[in-house]
Nanobody, 119 residues
Framework: QVHLVESGGGLVQAGGSLQLSCAAA????????IGWYRQPPGKQRELVAA???????KYADSVKGRFTISRDIAKNLLYLQMNNLKPEDTAVYYC?????????????WGQGTQVTVAS
């Protein structure tokens, strides 16, 4: 069973930086993608950044140039470095892994970590 645990969220002033981490366990299936999503207050969950198997990297337009996704495969860790944070980045951030299982894709989620950016 895939298990994801996020850490690193908190309160930061606008213009500041945070690094989120996601510890992954049970990654025995073929991975299609691994990444970060967020859910702002009162809004739907949205993609922030993802690493796609095969080498592609996706970023939401709103975070391009400010956020960087990276992965330490040996340690089963996923990171999201967030710089020049803005109040609109306030959200619960979720780690996501999408794997191939049983002929289809399955999504696994962490419990989320709160990021609050004060103006």
């Amino acid at each position: 069973q895939v298990h994801l645990v996020e850490s690193g969220g908190g309160l930061v002033q606008a213009g500041g930086s945070l690094q989120l981490s996601c510890a992954a366990a049970g990654l025995t299936f073929s991975i299609n993608s691994i990444g970060w999503y967020r859910q702002p207050p009162g809004k739907q969950r949205e993609l922030v950044a993802a690493l796609i198997t095969g080498g592609d990297t996706k970023y939401a337009d709103s975070v391009k140039g400010r956020f960087t996704i990276s992965r330490d495969i040996a340690k089963n860790l996923l990171y999201l470095q967030m710089n020049n944070l803005k109040p609109e980045d306030t959200a619960v951030y979720y780690c996501n892994v999408q794997v191939w299982r049983g002929g289809g894709l399955e999504d696994y989620w962490g419990q989320g970590t709160q990021v609050t950016v004060a103006s």
